[in-house]
């Protein structure tokens, strides 16, 4: 492995720990004791879990376009294979503990949870009084139904026109989330977390990667010289997006907004994967952001426990339940991502 294909993937680490970071900050300013005069951030988390969704289209794509150019198929056994081996383990462990802190009655949660939680569902509308425990398993939830679809639909269609798919997707899930709005009254909760509303950042970041592997090596250094002016359209698309129409106008912010937001992270996502040797990139590679990316998975999942704003106790107070939850996240990692991410078997 070279060292330019490891410093891509380092940085895409980095970018991973401050969308996770972001999540973190939303969530624990409402714990007891926590940093309110953080609360202008407490919107941030939805802005860090739309990150993930255009990383997560961006390396899936990828890897799938690399099998491809390789072999000349996708094989969807090993694809779901290596879906299951990556997240259902610590998924599961999970969803068990919450189930016995359940059970004996330190948590409260509504069945119903357990069974949107197992059949990927939670990102769909249901009663307002669900829990928070596992309420942030929406974007599991939907990330697993675009897992579902997505090399279903590339095997379709072959990666060759995966491209076009992506644009028509993207331009497609625009109307529909017009049409959500206008015609049908969608909450703000589904035009920001069903698969049909969403399913264009996921796009975005697999057109990422069609763009990518499509270009030869001198337009790659090409592009790279000229990347760094996408950093200007991204910092104003993301302040346009993320500030502007959220809190001036939600309606516009939930239909058409966030596709700004979408293409701003996408401009940053091009910038530091295409020149790996930059400052920027550099920077997001350092060991700690790294590491901290390495087990935003973990920490996503088991923070939910401890940045509890609707519990006060020791555990769920700050600082100490931001301390529990990387803790934690760094157990499941250690103890149960990794000996199922090295099976090879």
């Not at 004791?33 to 969704?53: D, I, Q, S, W, Y």
């Not at 090399?151 to 995966?162: M, S």
Request: some cysteine.
């Amino acid at each position: 492995m070279n060292q330019t294909h490891v410093t891509r993937i380092t940085a895409v680490d980095g970018v991973r720990a401050i969308a996770i970071c972001l999540v973190l900050i939303g969530h624990v300013i409402d714990t007891f004791g926590g940093p309110t005069f953080l609360g202008p951030l407490r919107h941030a988390g939805n802005f860090g879990v739309r990150v993930f969704f255009l990383i997560s289209g961006m390396l899936i794509t990828s890897l799938l376009i690399k099998e491809w150019q390789a072999t000349g198929k996708i094989s969807l056994k090993m694809f779901y294979v290596r879906r299951v081996r990556r997240i259902l383990p610590a998924y599961f462990v999970f969803l068990f503990t919450v189930g016995i802190l359940d059970y004996n009655g330190f948590i409260k949660v509504p069945q119903i949870d357990y069974l949107r939680s197992l059949t990927f569902t939670m990102n769909y509308e249901h009663s307002a009084d669900r829990a928070w425990t596992l309420n942030h398993l929406w974007s599991l939830s939907a990330e697993e139904q675009f897992y579902l679809v997505w090399p279903l639909l590339l095997l379709k269609l072959t990666p060759v026109r995966g491209k076009n798919l992506c644009v028509f997707i993207i331009f497609v899930v625009i109307i529909v989330r017009c049409y959500m709005w206008a015609m049908l009254n969608a909450s703000g909760s589904a035009l920001t977390r069903e698969i049909q509303a969403i399913f264009d950042s996921m796009a975005l970041g697999a057109l990422i990667a069609f763009r990518e592997h499509s270009r030869n090596i001198d337009e790659i250094k090409t592009a790279a010289r000229k990347s760094e002016l996408l950093l200007l359209p991204a910092g104003i698309l993301l302040v346009v997006a993320s500030i502007g129409t959220f809190f001036v106008n939600k309606d516009f912010y939930y239909t058409i907004g966030q596709s700004f937001t979408n293409f701003g992270i996408a401009c940053c996502l091009i910038s530091i994967t295409r020149r790996p040797n930059h400052f920027t990139a550099q920077l997001l590679s350092n060991k700690v952001l790294v590491y901290i990316g390495s087990i935003s998975y973990s920490l996503y999942l088991w923070q939910q426990l401890t940045l509890h704003h609707e519990a006060n106790s020791w555990f769920t107070s700050f600082p100490q339940n931001l301390i529990l939850t990387f803790a934690i996240a760094a157990c499941s990692y250690h103890f149960v991502e990794q000996p199922f991410i090295k099976k090879k078997k």
